[in-house]
Protein backbone atom coordinates (compact mmCIF):
# COMPACT_ATOMS: atom_id res chain seq x y z
CA UNK A 1 0.00 0.00 0.00
CA UNK A 2 2.96 2.20 1.07
CA UNK A 3 4.41 1.76 -2.38
CA UNK A 4 1.16 3.13 -4.22
CA UNK A 5 1.31 6.16 -2.42
CA UNK A 6 4.46 7.11 -2.77
CA UNK A 7 4.53 6.25 -6.54
CA UNK A 8 1.38 8.54 -7.13
CA UNK A 9 3.35 10.90 -4.62
CA UNK A 10 5.68 11.34 -7.61
CA UNK A 11 3.56 10.92 -10.25
CA UNK A 12 1.16 13.61 -9.21
CA UNK A 13 4.02 16.20 -8.46
CA UNK A 14 5.32 15.50 -11.96
CA UNK A 15 1.69 15.63 -13.66
CA UNK A 16 1.94 19.55 -11.28
CA UNK A 17 5.46 20.17 -12.85
CA UNK A 18 4.03 19.69 -16.57
CA UNK A 19 1.46 22.20 -15.78
CA UNK A 20 3.66 24.27 -14.39
CA UNK A 21 5.58 23.86 -17.74
CA UNK A 22 2.30 25.06 -19.74
CA UNK A 23 1.35 27.88 -17.02
CA UNK A 24 5.36 29.71 -17.58
CA UNK A 25 4.48 29.28 -21.41
CA UNK A 26 1.19 30.97 -21.28
CA UNK A 27 3.19 33.24 -19.40
CA UNK A 28 6.07 34.10 -22.14
CA UNK A 29 3.25 34.37 -24.79
CA UNK A 30 3.98 32.07 -28.06
CA UNK A 31 6.86 32.18 -30.31
CA UNK A 32 4.80 33.98 -33.21
CA UNK A 33 3.98 36.93 -31.04
CA UNK A 34 8.05 37.33 -30.21
CA UNK A 35 9.16 36.52 -34.16
CA UNK A 36 5.57 39.22 -35.52
CA UNK A 37 8.24 41.87 -36.06
CA UNK A 38 10.27 40.11 -38.14
CA UNK A 39 11.46 40.99 -42.00
CA UNK A 40 11.87 37.78 -43.97
CA UNK A 41 15.73 36.99 -43.91
CA UNK A 42 16.43 38.46 -40.89
CA UNK A 43 17.07 35.17 -38.94
CA UNK A 44 19.94 34.22 -41.87
CA UNK A 45 21.55 37.86 -41.65
CA UNK A 46 21.31 37.73 -37.61
CA UNK A 47 23.09 34.72 -37.65
CA UNK A 48 26.17 35.92 -40.09
CA UNK A 49 26.32 38.85 -38.16
CA UNK A 50 26.78 36.97 -34.60
CA UNK B 1 48.62 27.24 11.93
CA UNK B 2 51.09 28.29 9.02
CA UNK B 3 50.09 24.86 7.17
CA UNK B 4 46.49 25.66 7.24
CA UNK B 5 46.74 28.79 5.94
CA UNK B 6 48.86 27.05 3.49
CA UNK B 7 46.17 24.12 2.52
CA UNK B 8 43.90 27.42 1.88
CA UNK B 9 46.55 29.22 -0.62
CA UNK B 10 46.88 26.11 -2.37
CA UNK B 11 43.37 25.09 -2.52
CA UNK B 12 42.47 28.89 -3.74
CA UNK B 13 45.68 28.75 -6.34
CA UNK B 14 44.59 25.56 -7.80
CA UNK B 15 41.15 26.95 -8.33
CA UNK B 16 42.44 30.14 -10.06
CA UNK B 17 44.07 27.87 -12.40
CA UNK B 18 41.72 25.52 -12.71
CA UNK B 19 38.83 28.08 -13.36
CA UNK B 20 40.00 29.03 -17.11
CA UNK B 21 41.58 25.65 -17.76
CA UNK B 22 38.22 23.87 -17.18
CA UNK B 23 35.82 26.52 -18.51
CA UNK B 24 37.70 27.06 -21.35
CA UNK B 25 37.25 23.55 -22.26
CA UNK B 26 33.64 22.96 -20.78
CA UNK B 27 32.44 26.04 -22.99
CA UNK B 28 34.10 23.74 -26.55
CA UNK B 29 32.51 20.74 -25.10
CA UNK B 30 29.40 22.88 -25.43
CA UNK B 31 29.24 25.13 -27.72
CA UNK B 32 30.90 23.21 -30.95
CA UNK B 33 31.41 27.09 -32.75
CA UNK B 34 34.43 27.84 -30.36
CA UNK B 35 36.89 24.89 -31.43
CA UNK B 36 36.77 21.35 -31.18
CA UNK B 37 37.22 20.58 -27.41
CA UNK B 38 40.27 18.07 -26.62
CA UNK B 39 39.33 14.27 -27.39
CA UNK B 40 36.66 15.42 -29.48
CA UNK B 41 36.83 12.34 -31.80
CA UNK B 42 37.67 9.59 -28.66
CA UNK B 43 34.19 11.08 -26.98
CA UNK B 44 32.05 10.98 -30.13
CA UNK B 45 32.68 7.00 -30.29
CA UNK B 46 31.45 6.40 -27.04
CA UNK B 47 28.33 8.70 -27.90
CA UNK B 48 27.20 7.61 -31.18
CA UNK B 49 26.34 4.43 -30.19
CA UNK B 50 24.34 5.87 -27.29
CA UNK B 51 22.51 8.53 -29.22
CA UNK B 52 21.70 5.54 -31.87
CA UNK B 53 20.38 3.36 -28.65
CA UNK B 54 18.17 6.21 -27.44
CA UNK B 55 16.97 7.49 -31.03
CA UNK B 56 18.61 10.54 -30.16
CA UNK B 57 19.27 12.63 -33.04
CA UNK B 58 22.10 14.58 -31.77
CA UNK B 59 22.05 17.25 -34.28
CA UNK B 60 18.04 18.52 -33.64
CA UNK B 61 17.56 21.16 -31.45
CA UNK B 62 14.74 21.90 -28.47
CA UNK B 63 12.43 24.36 -27.81
CA UNK B 64 12.42 25.63 -24.12
CA UNK B 65 9.17 23.47 -22.96
CA UNK B 66 10.46 20.51 -25.08
CA UNK B 67 13.55 20.90 -23.60
CA UNK B 68 12.30 20.93 -19.71
CA UNK B 69 9.58 17.77 -20.62
CA UNK B 70 12.80 16.11 -21.26
CA UNK B 71 14.06 16.84 -18.42
CA UNK B 72 11.11 15.58 -16.45
CA UNK B 73 10.56 12.64 -18.37
CA UNK B 74 14.38 11.26 -17.70
CA UNK B 75 13.51 12.35 -14.11
CA UNK B 76 9.91 10.39 -13.57
CA UNK B 77 11.71 6.95 -15.17
CA UNK B 78 14.56 7.27 -13.71
CA UNK B 79 13.78 8.08 -9.87
CA UNK B 80 10.83 5.54 -10.50
CA UNK B 81 13.75 2.88 -11.04
CA UNK B 82 15.78 3.98 -8.13
CA UNK B 83 12.46 3.50 -5.71
CA UNK B 84 11.83 -0.16 -7.61
CA UNK B 85 15.92 -0.86 -7.12
CA UNK B 86 16.03 0.24 -3.53
CA UNK B 87 12.66 -1.72 -2.35
CA UNK B 88 14.01 -4.92 -4.27
CA UNK B 89 17.92 -4.88 -3.42
CA UNK B 90 17.16 -7.68 -1.30
CA UNK B 91 16.47 -9.93 -4.16
CA UNK B 92 19.43 -8.53 -6.40
CA UNK B 93 23.11 -9.40 -6.87
CA UNK B 94 26.27 -8.06 -5.59
CA UNK B 95 24.64 -7.95 -1.85
CA UNK B 96 27.29 -9.82 -0.36
CA UNK B 97 25.94 -8.52 3.04
CA UNK B 98 22.63 -9.81 2.45
CA UNK B 99 20.81 -6.14 2.99
CA UNK B 100 17.07 -6.83 2.84
CA UNK B 101 14.96 -4.06 0.68
CA UNK B 102 14.92 -0.55 2.19
CA UNK B 103 11.35 0.76 3.58
CA UNK B 104 9.09 2.26 1.47
CA UNK B 105 8.97 5.83 3.41
CA UNK B 106 12.83 6.05 2.95
CA UNK B 107 13.47 4.43 -0.73
CA UNK B 108 11.21 7.33 -1.92
CA UNK B 109 13.19 9.69 0.23
CA UNK B 110 16.68 8.09 -0.95
CA UNK B 111 15.25 7.74 -4.39
CA UNK B 112 14.25 11.28 -4.46
CA UNK B 113 17.31 12.63 -2.55
CA UNK B 114 19.83 11.44 -5.22
CA UNK B 115 17.58 12.23 -7.81
CA UNK B 116 17.74 15.84 -6.81
CA UNK B 117 21.65 16.06 -6.54
CA UNK B 118 21.00 16.53 -2.96
CA UNK B 119 21.82 12.74 -1.74
CA UNK B 120 20.86 13.49 1.84
CA UNK B 121 20.98 10.10 3.89
CA UNK B 122 18.52 9.45 6.22
CA UNK B 123 19.93 5.48 6.01
CA UNK B 124 22.34 4.87 7.73
CA UNK B 125 25.24 2.82 7.55
CA UNK B 126 25.16 -1.32 6.73
CA UNK B 127 21.89 -0.73 4.74
CA UNK B 128 22.76 -0.13 0.96
CA UNK B 129 23.52 -3.52 -1.20
CA UNK B 130 27.10 -2.88 -2.95
CA UNK B 131 24.66 -3.05 -6.74
CA UNK B 132 22.48 -0.27 -4.78
CA UNK B 133 25.47 2.04 -4.28
CA UNK B 134 26.87 1.77 -7.71
CA UNK B 135 24.12 1.04 -10.30
CA UNK B 136 21.52 3.20 -8.25
CA UNK B 137 23.23 6.23 -6.28
CA UNK B 138 26.75 6.35 -8.15
CA UNK B 139 24.55 6.50 -11.59
CA UNK B 140 22.45 9.16 -9.79
CA UNK B 141 25.37 11.02 -9.16
CA UNK B 142 26.56 11.17 -12.52
CA UNK B 143 23.09 12.37 -14.27
CA UNK B 144 21.91 14.28 -11.26
CA UNK B 145 24.97 16.69 -11.56
CA UNK B 146 24.98 16.56 -15.49
CA UNK B 147 21.07 17.30 -15.84
CA UNK B 148 21.79 20.37 -13.84
CA UNK B 149 25.01 21.43 -15.86
CA UNK B 150 22.67 20.78 -18.53
CA UNK B 151 19.84 23.23 -17.37
CA UNK B 152 23.10 25.62 -16.94
CA UNK B 153 24.23 25.57 -20.25
CA UNK B 154 20.19 25.79 -22.27
CA UNK B 155 20.63 28.96 -19.86
CA UNK B 156 23.50 30.59 -20.82
CA UNK B 157 22.01 29.85 -24.71
CA UNK B 158 18.88 31.55 -23.88
CA UNK B 159 20.83 34.60 -22.73
CA UNK B 160 23.65 34.82 -25.40
CA UNK B 161 21.73 33.67 -28.36
CA UNK B 162 19.71 35.82 -30.13
CA UNK B 163 16.25 35.82 -31.87
CA UNK B 164 16.45 31.78 -31.21
CA UNK B 165 13.78 29.46 -31.17
CA UNK B 166 15.51 26.48 -29.31
CA UNK B 167 17.82 25.88 -26.29
CA UNK B 168 19.84 23.05 -27.48
CA UNK B 169 18.68 19.64 -26.96
CA UNK B 170 18.64 18.33 -23.24
CA UNK B 171 19.74 14.60 -24.01
CA UNK B 172 22.81 16.09 -26.22
CA UNK B 173 23.92 18.01 -23.46
CA UNK B 174 23.49 15.19 -20.30
CA UNK B 175 25.22 12.33 -22.18
CA UNK B 176 28.04 15.10 -23.54
CA UNK B 177 28.55 16.12 -19.26
CA UNK B 178 28.68 12.73 -18.48
CA UNK B 179 31.29 11.63 -21.09
CA UNK B 180 33.00 14.48 -21.21
CA UNK B 181 33.53 15.93 -18.18
CA UNK B 182 32.16 13.93 -15.11
CA UNK B 183 33.51 10.95 -16.06
CA UNK B 184 37.04 12.10 -16.95
CA UNK B 185 37.12 13.82 -13.57
CA UNK B 186 36.25 11.24 -11.69
CA UNK B 187 38.12 8.85 -12.88
CA UNK B 188 41.61 10.59 -12.33
CA UNK B 189 40.23 12.03 -9.33
CA UNK B 190 39.64 7.80 -8.15
CA UNK B 191 42.83 7.00 -8.90
CA UNK B 192 44.47 9.34 -7.21
CA UNK B 193 42.10 8.68 -3.95
CA UNK B 194 43.39 5.43 -4.17
CA UNK B 195 47.09 5.94 -4.72
CA UNK B 196 45.98 8.11 -0.64
CA UNK B 197 44.29 5.21 0.63
CA UNK B 198 40.85 5.13 -0.26
CA UNK B 199 39.83 1.90 -0.85
CA UNK B 200 37.67 0.50 -3.64
CA UNK B 201 37.34 -3.33 -3.54
CA UNK B 202 33.64 -5.62 -3.73
CA UNK B 203 34.52 -7.53 -0.40
CA UNK B 204 31.84 -7.97 2.27
CA UNK B 205 32.79 -6.70 6.38
CA UNK B 206 35.25 -8.55 7.91
CA UNK B 207 35.10 -9.21 11.46
CA UNK B 208 39.17 -8.65 12.67
CA UNK B 209 40.70 -8.97 15.49
CA UNK B 210 42.42 -5.74 16.68
CA UNK B 211 45.73 -5.30 18.64
CA UNK B 212 44.04 -5.09 22.13
CA UNK B 213 42.40 -8.24 21.34
CA UNK B 214 38.94 -6.67 20.69
CA UNK B 215 36.87 -7.72 17.23
CA UNK B 216 35.97 -5.23 15.03
CA UNK B 217 34.07 -5.26 11.47
CA UNK B 218 36.28 -3.56 8.67
CA UNK B 219 33.77 -2.55 5.76
CA UNK B 220 34.39 -3.15 1.92
CA UNK B 221 33.24 -1.79 -1.39
CA UNK B 222 33.55 0.50 -4.30
CA UNK B 223 34.79 3.76 -2.39
CA UNK B 224 37.03 5.35 -4.50
CA UNK B 225 34.70 5.69 -8.19
CA UNK B 226 32.06 6.77 -5.74
CA UNK B 227 34.11 8.93 -3.38
CA UNK B 228 35.36 10.98 -6.91
CA UNK B 229 31.92 11.75 -8.27
CA UNK B 230 30.00 12.43 -4.90
CA UNK B 231 32.91 15.77 -4.53
CA UNK B 232 32.92 16.22 -8.16
CA UNK B 233 29.08 16.37 -8.82
CA UNK B 234 28.93 18.25 -5.57
CA UNK B 235 26.14 15.30 -4.47
CA UNK B 236 27.87 14.76 -0.99
CA UNK B 237 25.99 10.94 -0.22
CA UNK B 238 28.44 9.23 1.30
CA UNK B 239 29.17 5.60 1.50
CA UNK B 240 29.27 5.43 5.34
CA UNK B 241 27.66 7.45 7.38
CA UNK B 242 30.34 9.18 8.55
CA UNK B 243 30.99 10.75 5.34
CA UNK B 244 34.47 12.42 4.72
CA UNK B 245 35.40 11.96 8.44
CA UNK B 246 35.74 8.09 7.86
CA UNK B 247 39.35 7.71 7.40
CA UNK B 248 38.42 4.60 4.59
CA UNK B 249 36.89 7.80 2.50
CA UNK B 250 39.33 10.65 3.22
CA UNK B 251 42.26 9.31 4.80
CA UNK B 252 44.63 12.23 4.84
CA UNK B 253 45.47 15.69 4.17
CA UNK B 254 45.66 15.26 0.74
CA UNK B 255 42.54 13.76 -0.24
CA UNK B 256 40.67 16.71 2.03
CA UNK B 257 42.61 19.11 0.19
CA UNK B 258 40.84 17.38 -3.43
CA UNK B 259 37.78 16.67 -2.10
CA UNK B 260 37.08 20.48 -1.51
CA UNK B 261 39.04 21.33 -4.60
CA UNK B 262 36.44 19.01 -6.39
CA UNK B 263 33.52 20.10 -4.47
CA UNK B 264 34.36 23.66 -6.07
CA UNK B 265 36.16 23.07 -9.39
CA UNK B 266 33.11 22.80 -11.87
CA UNK B 267 30.79 25.30 -10.28
CA UNK B 268 33.74 28.06 -10.35
CA UNK B 269 34.78 26.81 -13.92
CA UNK B 270 30.95 27.56 -14.88
CA UNK B 271 31.41 30.82 -14.84
CA UNK B 272 34.56 30.87 -17.61
CA UNK B 273 32.33 29.08 -19.38
CA UNK B 274 29.18 31.24 -19.09
CA UNK B 275 32.07 34.23 -20.05
CA UNK B 276 33.29 32.34 -23.38
CA UNK B 277 29.61 31.68 -24.87
CA UNK B 278 28.54 35.25 -24.19
CA UNK B 279 32.17 35.88 -26.15
CA UNK B 280 32.63 38.18 -23.22
CA UNK B 281 34.80 37.03 -20.46
CA UNK B 282 34.75 40.15 -18.22
CA UNK B 283 30.81 38.79 -17.69
CA UNK B 284 31.92 35.41 -16.44
CA UNK B 285 34.76 37.00 -14.23
CA UNK B 286 32.35 39.27 -12.61
CA UNK B 287 30.14 36.14 -11.85
CA UNK B 288 33.18 34.75 -10.45
CA UNK B 289 34.26 37.18 -8.02
CA UNK B 290 30.85 37.88 -6.56
CA UNK B 291 30.73 33.75 -5.71
CA UNK B 292 34.53 33.55 -4.63
CA UNK B 293 33.99 36.53 -2.22
CA UNK B 294 31.29 34.95 -0.60
CA UNK B 295 32.69 31.51 -0.74
CA UNK B 296 36.40 32.58 0.81
CA UNK B 297 34.36 34.91 3.87
CA UNK B 298 32.24 32.60 4.95
CA UNK B 299 35.07 30.23 4.72
CA UNK B 300 36.92 32.06 6.99
CA UNK B 301 34.20 33.41 9.18
CA UNK B 302 33.29 29.84 9.83
CA UNK B 303 37.04 29.10 10.25
CA UNK B 304 36.78 31.74 12.88
CA UNK B 305 33.83 31.07 14.85
CA UNK B 306 35.29 27.48 15.69
CA UNK B 307 39.33 28.11 16.00
CA UNK B 308 38.29 30.41 19.07
CA UNK B 309 36.56 27.24 20.86
CA UNK B 310 33.30 27.04 23.02
CA UNK B 311 33.55 28.65 26.16
CA UNK B 312 30.83 25.69 27.28
CA UNK B 313 34.13 23.52 26.56
CA UNK B 314 36.26 25.68 28.50
CA UNK B 315 34.07 26.01 31.40
CA UNK B 316 33.97 22.27 31.76
CA UNK B 317 37.70 22.40 32.06
CA UNK B 318 38.79 21.25 28.43
CA UNK B 319 42.12 23.17 27.29
CA UNK B 320 41.34 24.47 24.18
CA UNK B 321 44.41 26.58 23.57
CA UNK B 322 46.69 25.90 19.99
CA UNK B 323 49.58 24.46 20.90
CA UNK B 324 52.27 22.20 19.42
CA UNK B 325 50.29 18.84 20.45
CA UNK B 326 46.83 19.97 19.54
CA UNK B 327 44.81 22.09 17.26
CA UNK B 328 43.34 24.00 19.96
CA UNK B 329 39.69 25.32 19.19
CA UNK B 330 36.14 23.92 19.43
CA UNK B 331 36.58 19.89 19.37
CA UNK B 332 33.64 18.81 19.99
CA UNK B 333 32.55 16.87 16.68
CA UNK B 334 35.44 16.90 15.08
CA UNK B 335 38.43 13.96 14.51
CA UNK B 336 41.56 14.84 16.14
CA UNK B 337 43.68 14.77 12.70
CA UNK B 338 40.66 17.29 11.01
CA UNK B 339 40.64 19.42 13.43
CA UNK B 340 38.22 23.24 13.74
CA UNK B 341 40.50 24.68 10.67
CA UNK B 342 39.94 21.61 8.67
CA UNK B 343 36.22 21.84 9.64
CA UNK B 344 35.60 25.04 8.54
CA UNK B 345 37.41 24.74 5.08
CA UNK B 346 35.15 22.06 4.45
CA UNK B 347 32.29 22.87 6.18
CA UNK B 348 31.42 25.90 4.52
CA UNK B 349 32.41 24.42 1.09
CA UNK B 350 30.70 21.69 1.19
CA UNK B 351 27.44 24.18 2.39
CA UNK B 352 28.24 27.13 -0.36
CA UNK B 353 28.28 24.64 -2.84
CA UNK B 354 25.55 22.10 -3.46
CA UNK B 355 27.63 19.08 -2.29
CA UNK B 356 26.51 18.14 1.33
CA UNK B 357 29.58 16.04 2.34
CA UNK B 358 30.83 16.45 5.86
CA UNK B 359 34.01 16.11 7.83
CA UNK B 360 32.89 17.02 11.08
CA UNK B 361 29.32 17.03 12.95
CA UNK B 362 27.84 20.16 12.29
CA UNK B 363 24.91 19.83 14.79
CA UNK B 364 28.11 20.37 17.28
CA UNK B 365 29.75 23.74 15.63
CA UNK B 366 29.80 26.76 17.52
CA UNK B 367 25.59 28.75 17.06
CA UNK B 368 27.24 30.91 14.75
CA UNK B 369 29.11 28.57 13.15
CA UNK B 370 26.61 26.54 12.37
CA UNK B 371 24.42 29.53 11.41
CA UNK B 372 27.45 30.14 8.77
CA UNK B 373 26.86 27.16 7.39
CA UNK B 374 22.87 27.62 6.90
CA UNK B 375 23.13 30.67 5.84
CA UNK B 376 25.45 29.46 2.96
CA UNK B 377 22.57 27.44 1.79
CA UNK B 378 19.89 30.36 2.17
CA UNK B 379 21.79 31.74 -0.51
CA UNK B 380 20.65 29.36 -2.85
CA UNK B 381 23.79 27.66 -3.31
CA UNK B 382 25.46 30.19 -5.21
CA UNK B 383 28.40 30.64 -3.81
CA UNK B 384 29.62 28.91 -6.01
CA UNK B 385 26.85 26.49 -5.48
CA UNK B 386 26.41 22.97 -7.33
CA UNK B 387 27.00 21.74 -11.26
CA UNK B 388 25.10 24.67 -13.22
CA UNK B 389 22.67 25.13 -10.52
CA UNK B 390 25.11 27.30 -8.96
CA UNK B 391 25.82 29.63 -11.88
CA UNK B 392 22.16 30.16 -13.33
CA UNK B 393 21.19 30.88 -9.32
CA UNK B 394 23.82 33.70 -9.49
CA UNK B 395 22.13 34.85 -12.61
CA UNK B 396 18.96 34.77 -11.75
CA UNK B 397 20.37 37.36 -9.22
CA UNK B 398 21.76 39.07 -11.80
CA UNK B 399 18.54 39.76 -13.70
CA UNK B 400 17.36 41.02 -10.55
CA UNK B 401 19.94 43.25 -9.98
CA UNK B 402 19.94 44.65 -13.42
CA UNK B 403 16.09 45.34 -12.97
CA UNK B 404 16.87 47.26 -9.24
CA UNK B 405 19.27 49.07 -11.18
CA UNK B 406 17.14 50.18 -13.98
CA UNK B 407 14.91 51.32 -11.89
CA UNK B 408 16.77 52.84 -10.21
CA UNK B 409 17.93 55.22 -13.41
CA UNK B 410 14.55 54.92 -15.24
CA UNK B 411 15.92 52.68 -17.75
CA UNK B 412 14.22 49.03 -19.14
CA UNK B 413 17.27 47.01 -17.54
CA UNK B 414 19.14 44.91 -20.50
CA UNK B 415 21.45 41.77 -19.52
CA UNK B 416 23.99 40.60 -21.78
CA UNK B 417 21.70 43.20 -24.69
CA UNK B 418 18.68 41.51 -23.76
CA UNK B 419 16.04 43.71 -22.81
CA UNK B 420 14.38 42.51 -19.05
CA UNK B 421 10.65 42.65 -19.20
CA UNK B 422 7.88 41.93 -17.48
CA UNK B 423 7.35 37.60 -17.98
CA UNK B 424 10.48 37.53 -17.27
CA UNK B 425 10.92 39.35 -13.99
CA UNK B 426 7.35 37.63 -12.85
CA UNK B 427 9.60 33.97 -13.35
CA UNK B 428 12.23 35.37 -11.30
CA UNK B 429 9.81 36.20 -9.17
CA UNK B 430 8.80 32.96 -8.83
CA UNK B 431 12.30 31.32 -8.06
CA UNK B 432 12.69 33.39 -5.55
CA UNK B 433 9.70 33.25 -3.54
CA UNK B 434 9.51 29.27 -4.36
CA UNK B 435 12.79 28.93 -1.42
CA UNK B 436 11.49 30.99 1.06
CA UNK B 437 7.84 29.60 0.74
CA UNK B 438 8.84 26.14 0.76
CA UNK B 439 11.66 25.90 3.81
CA UNK B 440 10.08 28.59 6.12
CA UNK B 441 6.52 26.83 5.64
CA UNK B 442 7.63 23.44 6.18
CA UNK B 443 9.92 24.15 8.98
CA UNK B 444 7.06 26.25 10.55
CA UNK B 445 4.62 23.27 10.02
CA UNK B 446 7.34 21.19 11.80
CA UNK B 447 7.11 22.98 15.01
CA UNK B 448 3.78 22.54 15.48
CA UNK B 449 3.10 18.94 14.33
CA UNK B 450 3.90 16.89 17.65
CA UNK B 451 5.77 14.12 15.57
CA UNK B 452 7.87 16.37 13.66
CA UNK B 453 9.04 18.35 17.00
CA UNK B 454 9.63 15.30 19.02
CA UNK B 455 12.13 13.71 16.38
CA UNK B 456 14.56 17.25 17.24
CA UNK B 457 17.58 16.20 20.00
CA UNK B 458 17.49 19.79 21.39
CA UNK B 459 15.30 21.90 22.40
CA UNK B 460 14.69 25.67 22.37
CA UNK B 461 16.67 27.50 19.34
CA UNK B 462 19.20 24.77 18.67
CA UNK B 463 16.12 22.56 18.16
CA UNK B 464 15.14 25.27 15.63
CA UNK B 465 17.64 24.98 13.80
CA UNK B 466 18.05 21.57 13.62
CA UNK B 467 14.53 21.81 11.76
CA UNK B 468 15.77 24.85 9.81
CA UNK B 469 18.65 23.27 8.61
CA UNK B 470 16.71 20.02 7.60
CA UNK B 471 14.68 22.06 5.24
CA UNK B 472 16.69 24.71 3.90
CA UNK B 473 19.40 22.12 2.91
CA UNK B 474 16.81 19.70 1.70
CA UNK B 475 15.32 22.70 -0.80
CA UNK B 476 18.73 23.78 -1.50
CA UNK B 477 19.54 20.26 -2.66
CA UNK B 478 22.47 20.25 -0.22
CA UNK B 479 22.16 17.25 1.40
CA UNK B 480 24.20 17.76 4.32
CA UNK B 481 22.98 16.93 7.78
CA UNK B 482 22.81 19.01 10.88
CA UNK B 483 22.65 16.17 13.03
CA UNK B 484 20.41 15.80 15.85
CA UNK B 485 17.46 15.29 13.87
CA UNK B 486 15.86 12.19 13.84
CA UNK B 487 14.76 12.39 10.02
CA UNK B 488 13.92 8.67 8.93
CA UNK B 489 9.94 9.61 10.44
CA UNK B 490 6.96 9.54 8.01
CA UNK B 491 6.87 13.14 8.46
CA UNK B 492 10.32 14.01 7.62
CA UNK B 493 10.88 11.55 4.99
CA UNK B 494 7.74 12.54 3.18
CA UNK B 495 8.26 16.23 3.45
CA UNK B 496 12.02 16.54 2.69
CA UNK B 497 11.18 14.25 0.01
CA UNK B 498 9.25 17.05 -1.29
CA UNK B 499 10.59 19.83 -0.87
CA UNK B 500 13.54 18.14 -2.46
CA UNK B 501 11.63 17.87 -5.55
CA UNK B 502 10.77 21.59 -5.70
CA UNK B 503 14.18 23.03 -4.81
CA UNK B 504 15.46 20.89 -8.07
CA UNK B 505 12.66 20.16 -10.33
CA UNK B 506 10.52 22.93 -9.60
CA UNK B 507 13.07 26.21 -9.36
CA UNK B 508 14.64 24.53 -12.53
CA UNK B 509 11.24 25.17 -15.16
CA UNK B 510 11.00 28.86 -14.43
CA UNK B 511 15.07 29.04 -14.89
CA UNK B 512 14.33 27.21 -18.70
CA UNK B 513 11.55 29.44 -19.06
CA UNK B 514 13.44 32.95 -18.72
CA UNK B 515 16.12 30.94 -20.86
CA UNK B 516 13.39 30.79 -23.72
CA UNK B 517 12.07 34.04 -23.58
CA UNK B 518 14.94 35.61 -23.79
CA UNK B 519 16.58 33.56 -26.49
CA UNK B 520 13.74 35.02 -28.38
CA UNK B 521 15.14 38.15 -28.32
CA UNK B 522 16.85 40.67 -30.43
CA UNK B 523 19.95 42.00 -29.03
CA UNK B 524 20.17 45.88 -27.98
CA UNK B 525 22.99 47.14 -28.79
CA UNK B 526 25.38 48.65 -25.90
CA UNK B 527 25.33 52.69 -26.01
CA UNK B 528 26.01 55.44 -23.49
CA UNK B 529 23.37 54.82 -21.22
CA UNK B 530 23.29 51.16 -21.02
CA UNK B 531 24.44 49.97 -17.40
CA UNK B 532 27.48 47.78 -17.68
CA UNK B 533 27.17 44.69 -16.30
CA UNK B 534 31.08 43.53 -17.10
CA UNK B 535 32.51 45.53 -14.35
CA UNK B 536 33.66 45.70 -10.39
CA UNK B 537 30.03 47.83 -9.59
CA UNK B 538 27.84 45.35 -11.02
CA UNK B 539 30.13 42.62 -8.58
CA UNK B 540 28.86 44.79 -5.68
CA UNK B 541 25.41 45.26 -6.49
CA UNK B 542 25.27 41.77 -7.02
CA UNK B 543 26.50 41.00 -3.88
CA UNK B 544 24.12 43.70 -2.13
CA UNK B 545 20.99 42.17 -4.10
CA UNK B 546 21.39 38.41 -2.66
CA UNK B 547 22.56 39.74 0.86
CA UNK B 548 19.28 41.83 0.99
CA UNK B 549 17.05 39.27 -0.64
CA UNK B 550 18.43 36.47 1.44
CA UNK B 551 18.82 38.88 5.02
CA UNK B 552 15.12 39.65 4.47
CA UNK B 553 13.45 36.39 3.83
CA UNK B 554 15.63 34.46 6.77
CA UNK B 555 16.86 37.11 9.29
CA UNK B 556 13.91 36.22 11.43
CA UNK B 557 14.46 32.47 11.80
CA UNK B 558 18.56 32.77 11.57
CA UNK B 559 17.83 35.50 14.68
CA UNK B 560 15.43 32.93 16.46
CA UNK B 561 17.84 29.80 16.33
CA UNK B 562 21.86 30.06 15.69
CA UNK B 563 21.49 34.06 17.64
CA UNK B 564 19.40 33.26 19.93
CA UNK B 565 21.26 30.62 21.34
CA UNK B 566 24.78 32.53 20.92
CA UNK B 567 23.08 35.21 23.40
CA UNK B 568 21.22 33.23 25.62
CA UNK B 569 24.00 30.56 25.89
CA UNK B 570 26.45 32.76 26.54
CA UNK B 571 28.99 32.05 23.33
Known amino acids: MADVVFVAVLLAFFALAVLFVAACDRLIGPDEEAFADRAPGTAERERRAA | ?53 CGINPDSEQRWTVYTLSLLA ?39 SFLTNTNWQAYGDGAMSQLSQMAGLAFHNFVSAAAGAAVAVAFIRGLTRRRARTLGNFWVDLVRTCTRVLLPLAFLAALVLMSQGVIDNFHASRTVTTVAGQTQSIPGGPLAGQEAIKEGGQNGGGFFGA ?31 FGRMARDQKQGWVVFATMFVMWLGMLL ?14 AAGADQRAVATQSGGNMEGKEVRIGPVGCG ?37 ISPGGTGS ?18 MV ?69 GSAFGGL ?86
Not at chain 2, 77 to 82: G, K, M
Not at chain 2, 302 to 314: C, D, I, N, Q, Y
Not at chain 2, 390 to 407: D, H, K, P, S
Open chain 2, 486 to 571: SANTQWYDTTLGLVMLVGRLGAMIPVLAIAGSLGRKRHIPATAGTFQTGTPLFAGLLFGVVIIVVGLTYFPVVALGPVVEHLVGHF
Open chain 2, 390 to 407: GLFGMLIFALLAVFIAGL
Open chain 2, 345 to 381: YFGSSTTSTSDGAVNCAHDSLTPLGGGTTMVNMMFGE
Open chain 2, 243 to 273: NSAHPFENPNAVTSLLEIWLMLAIPFAFTFT
Open chain 2, 74 to 112: FSLVSVLILYAQLRLQGHLPLNPDHYKGIEAKLSFNTAV
Open chain 2, 410 to 478: GRTPEYLGKKIQAPEMKLVAIYILLPAIFILAFAGASVVVRTALNARLNDGPHGLSEIVYAFTQGFNNN
Open chain 2, 1 to 53: MAARWLELGALVAALLVTTPLLGGYMAKVYDPSLGRPRGDRFFSAIERPIYRL
Open chain 2, 301 to 314: ILTAFEARGSPKLG
